[in-house]
């Protein structure tokens, strides 16, 4: 509690404009559910509760949005990662929180100069052989600067805006306070674990807010492209530029609130005008981006998860870059297995694999009705039955998915919510490059050589192999544990800890039930009891007595049969 109201304390003026805020769109009951307005109030702030604005024409979606753009730029990058959880949110949530830009104006060079100076230890006009005052982009993390080194190199600098994680890191702060009070007095939203969403969501804009962590991702994804091709190019020639390009990093400037990297001078990505005029084919630009990106996911579960227009560059031969990869995720080989299954059941109509992989999500907390979730599958992929893969539209596919899965109580795994927004993102950029663009056709090939892959002899060998080494390595600890426990056994000091759900309130059940028995037999007690003395009644107050202890036996029965609460807890 003193940790909490420190941490108050110090976030008292950000708690101030949170609080205006929510009460300016009309979620006045939220701060004070928060304790919010008693803080401020003991604080000598002043809260203006009728200083709102006329909200009541909006809905509920617009609202949040807006109470999210001007919170700021934590809300704001949460509320994208709202647009990505379609397992949770309905389509119109997820159009509004669609919505949300992370564009916001420039910090004034000055500002940029001296925190430069700081990281690289001298201004950047000395350190840089020239370095652009005008920003190339600015976003409500970080902005861009073009420059060049003395070599000659052309280079872009990304700082991290001045002054922003403090405030990131107090937002953060109140968010947990807010998830753990939603998850203790809303149980119909402890199913979508919002403390556990806060925790990811905070670990997740932390990285972003470390440049060299971003520099380290795109060197990994670089690692993994080298040498590579696709179906329309099966053999690159000696010498032959790369197809996909990642930017070089500059380590010997870069650090976590400052990244210099490698200057792409290629046609943007929104710029298809331009790339036709050049003689690029966008019909190859699409399919080559899909291959990329869908290597990076099933080939080696690390992938930019942010694959819009905005992060792509076209260059000569029909070659692409991609940049910023302070957004990535990251899939286990299982998880990468599960995928691969559930996309070629939903593109092959195979309900039972689908509702297989829906199962093996939920695991421990799945409370749906198998029969009655096999049943709705097998509707969900009716609809797309006789229909040629070309018509097949995976955003649509997806967003259908995560509605069954809301339907049924089932969430994503937190791993795979970026990974939908991917697929999704994918798609619209394929079809913006290429309007007759057909991603499920793309993705079969690759889907199937995967499960081909999956049981390819070299592959259950080294399954074998690794399950070997794991059973060698318990039978290696055994008798050490077995040891330990004989040894407490002996000492009397095995304690054994069994924890099962609802244990309290099965223990309270048994303790109404005995104390309900034990009024039984008081009453049954009382009722003999008074039958002897009216029965034995030597005179008056004998009778008196015995009336007294019917009178007594019945009230009792009443209690005993209508117990305070319903006899239940």
Same mark, same amino acid.
């Given at each position: ?23 300016? $769109? ?59 959880? @379609? ?21 004034? $060079? ?117 040498? $590579? ?47 036709? %005029? ?10 080559? *981006?899909?291959? %990329? ?35 990535? *995720? ?14 070629? *059941? ?37 609809? $797309? ?44 950029? *394929? ?36 399950? %070997? ?53 008081? @009453? ?46």
């Amino acid at each position: 509690m003193f940790w909490q109201a420190l941490t108050a304390a110090r976030d008292l003026g950000r708690l101030h404009e949170i609080a205006a805020i929510l009460i300016r $769109y009309g979620f006045g009951a939220m701060v004070r559910n928060m304790g919010l307005a008693r803080l401020l109030e003991k604080a000598g702030r002043a809260l203006h509760w009728e200083e709102m604005e006329d909200v009541f024409q909006l809905d509920a979606p617009t609202r949040v949005r807006r109470v999210l753009e001007e919170l700021g730029p934590t809300f704001v990058k949460l509320g994208q990662v709202f647009a990505t959880r @379609v397992d949770i949110f309905d389509p119109e949530w997820i159009a509004e929180f669609s919505k949300l830009q992370d564009s916001v104006p420039a910090v004034p $060079y000055e500002d940029i100069r001296r925190q430069l100076e700081e990281d690289l230890g001298a201004p950047p006009e000395t350190l840089f052989a020239w370095f652009d005052e005008q920003s190339l982009a600015a976003a409500s993390v970080a902005q861009v600067h073009r420059a060049r080194l003395d070599d000659g190199s052309e280079v872009v600098v990304k700082v991290r805006r001045p002054g922003i994680r403090p405030q990131i890191e107090a937002d953060l702060r109140w968010l947990s306070r807010l998830a753990l009070l939603i998850e203790s007095e809303t149980p119909e939203l402890r199913q979508f674990h919002p403390v556990e969403i806060a925790g990811q969501f905070a670990q997740s804009l932390r990285r972003e807010l470390d440049f060299a962590g971003e520099c380290r991702n795109a060197e990994r994804i670089a690692e993994n492209f080298v040498g $590579y091709v696709d179906a329309d190019t099966p053999v690159l020639q000696p010498g032959a530029p790369p197809l996909i390009v990642i930017p070089r990093v500059h380590w010997e400037w870069t650090s976590e609130r400052v990244a210099v990297l490698e200057y792409i001078d290629a046609i943007p990505g929104r710029q298809l005008d331009a790339a036709e %005029a050049a003689g690029l084919d966008r019909k190859l630009l699409a399919r080559r *981006g899909a291959h %990329a990106v869908l290597k990076m996911v099933i080939e080696d579960g690390l992938f930019h998860a942010d694959p819009h227009p905005g992060n792509l560059f076209y260059l000569p031969g029909n070659r692409m870059a991609f940049i910023d990869f302070g957004m990535v *995720g990251r899939l286990t080989e299982e998880r990468r297995d599960e995928l691969t299954r559930l996309l070629f *059941g939903m593109f092959n109509l195979q309900p039972s694999l689908v509702t297989e992989v829906m199962l093996d999500w939920a695991g421990g907390s799945n409370t749906a009705d198998e029969s009655s979730l096999t049943l709705d599958v097998q509707t969900y992929l009716d609809q $797309y039955h006789g229909l040629p893969l070309k018509h097949l539209k995976l955003g649509a596919m997806l967003t259908d998915f995560a509605r069954l899965m809301r339907q049924h109580h089932l969430t994503l795994p937190p791993d795979l919510v970026l990974l939908f927004k991917t697929f999704i993102s994918l798609e619209g950029m *394929g079809r913006e490059i290429d309007p007759e663009f057909d991603i499920p056709a793309e993705m079969l090939p690759m889907l199937k050589h995967a499960i081909e892959a999956r049981y390819a002899p070299w592959t259950l060998v080294r399954r074998g192999w690794r399950s %070997a080494a794991e059973g060698l390595n318990f039978l290696g600890v055994l008798p050490g544990d077995l040891n330990r426990l004989m040894r407490r056994i002996r000492r009397g000091k095995l304690d054994i800890h069994v924890e099962v759900n609802h244990i309290r309130r099965v223990g309270d059940q048994f303790e109404n039930a005995v104390n309900r028995l034990a009024q039984g037999l008081i @009453v049954a007690a009382l009722i003999i009891g008074s039958s002897i003395i009216v029965t034995a009644a030597g005179g008056p107050a004998l009778s008196t007595l015995g009336i007294i202890g019917f009178v007594a036996a019945a009230l009792g029965g009443l209690w005993v049969i209508f117990p305070k609460g319903g006899g239940r807890r």
